[in-house]
């Protein structure tokens, strides 16, 4: 080794030196502080070791808690397929009518609810959800049962009214001639709304019942007094092609009831009252008067037309002439309905009874002959003329199915967001809110 590695070494036994001094100089803890120390580093490298695999275990338990939580709820509280139905056995087809003629008819829903139809009802299924189904009542009486559950939404439409159905059974009948809506409980309650009805609805519970028309009622025409008043001349014949706006009839101010009556021919509607201690009911000129009040717009209307249906339609009330072509219309007469219905838009222009003309002449066009473009315009002339009379939501909603089955897109979805804005919960929501959104 020569010298500058034996000058390396020496300095490097010198650093060893002073480095133990300093050891040795510091405070050294005791072999039991040493092994204290030694036992806790184990102990909490076996704790950790423990608590690993169970925080694991914790993790994976959370996750399937997680798991099955969501698969319940989405079972439970999720909307599945819609209901179904059955008319008389065979399958139903939303939207479609349904007639019960001489015998009663009977729609089964999967959920187990049963809707039937009295002789001379018709009525349809208008839209069908997972938790329920709406019927839309044009005519006639209903018996409908809907199974209890605690998200049931079943309305049942009559007019301008909404039953809206709990879980229960009641009988409901729509007027169609007086506009008014009669339900009887049978078990449960419903809640009943309407343009005439208190905003937050009217309750309604087993046994209770109640009949609502929002039309004032009509005064009875009185009798004939011994004096025979000015009649006008009778109206000439309206024209077979229903006008929009066709224009006002005024009665004639020259009155040929002056001039008596030959004795063969028929009392005329101003003759005088029958002698005294004869039925009034012997006087035809009367009779039908008496029948249309009371409701018998059969023996009314044949009353009409053993006198000459000429010598009504110029003589006859506003509402006298809508009631007279309701009953032509439900004998299945649509052409004498259609002259009754005419002659009160002409010869009472702007009247109620002229607008609700205009809906049954649409309603006529609709039902009967599936004149689409026809129907539209009297329904929007009802609109024009009543844009929130009673039978407002059932023309909007109409129009909107004829515009669908004209293939109007741009129409159809026109009037089905004034639908929705105007009756968000109506019997044509549904298919509004189909069209709003583009759906053909």
Not at 54 to 74: I, N, P, Q, Y
Not at 126 to 145: F, I, K, M, N, Q
Not at 341 to 360: L, T
Not at 409 to 430: D, S
Request: proline share 8%.
């Amino acid at each position: 080794m020569d010298l500058r590695t034996k000058d390396v070494a020496a300095v490097g036994r010198r650093v060893a030196a002073h480095q133990d001094a300093a050891l040795e100089r510091l405070v050294r803890p005791s072999t039991t502080d040493r092994l204290e120390a030694i036992y806790r580093k184990e102990a909490a490298l076996s704790l950790g070791a423990r608590a690993a695999p169970r925080s694991r275990r914790l993790g994976v338990a959370l996750a399937a808690a997680c798991f099955a939580a969501s698969v319940l709820w989405f079972v439970l509280f999720q909307p599945g397929d819609p209901l179904t139905y059955r008319v008389a056995g065979a399958p139903g087809a939303v939207g479609r009518w349904v007639a019960a003629d001489a015998s009663q008819v009977g729609l089964d829903f999967s959920d187990g609810s049963r809707v039937d139809l009295a002789p001379g009802t018709r009525a349809r299924v208008t839209e069908v959800g997972p938790r329920g189904a709406s019927v839309l009542l044009e005519r006639g009486s209903l018996r409908v049962r809907v199974v209890h559950r605690d998200d049931t939404r079943w309305v049942v439409a009559g007019g301008p009214f909404e039953v809206h159905v709990i879980g229960t059974e009641f009988d409901i009948t729509w007027n169609t001639e007086a506009e008014e809506l009669t339900v009887s409980m049978i078990t449960g309650r419903v809640r009943i709304l309407g343009p005439c009805v208190d905003p937050s609805g009217r309750a309604l519970a087993a046994p209770e019942a109640t009949r609502l028309a929002c039309a004032a009622p009509r005064p009875v025409a009185p009798q004939a007094s011994s004096v025979a008043p000015q009649a006008p001349s009778p109206a000439p014949e309206p024209e077979a092609v229903p006008s929009a706006q066709p224009p006002a009839l005024l009665p004639s101010s020259s009155a040929a009831a002056s001039a008596p009556a030959p004795a063969p021919a028929p009392p005329s509607l101003g003759s005088p009252q029958p002698r005294a201690g004869e039925p009034l009911a012997e006087a035809p000129a009367e009779r039908w008067r008496a029948h249309l009040a009371a409701g018998k717009l059969g023996e009314a209307l044949a009353d009409v037309e053993l006198l000459g249906i000429d010598t009504v339609l110029g003589r006859a009330g506003g509402a006298e002439l809508v009631d007279l072509g309701s009953a032509a219309r439900l004998s299945r007469k649509p052409d004498v309905a259609a002259r009754f219905y005419e002659a009160a838009r002409q010869r009472f222009a702007g009247s109620d009874a002229a607008a609700a003309a205009a809906y049954h002449l649409g309603r006529m066009a609709f039902d009967g002959r599936g004149a689409w473009a026809e129907a539209e315009r009297w329904f929007a002339v009802y609109l024009a003329e009543r844009p929130r009379g009673a039978l407002a939501p059932e023309a909007l909603g109409r129009s909107i199915e004829c515009a669908r089955n004209l293939q109007l897109r741009a129409r159809a979805r026109e009037l089905a967001a004034r639908y929705l804005a105007a009756y968000p919960n109506g019997a044509h929501a549904g298919l509004a809110a189909t069209l709003a959104h583009g759906a053909d």
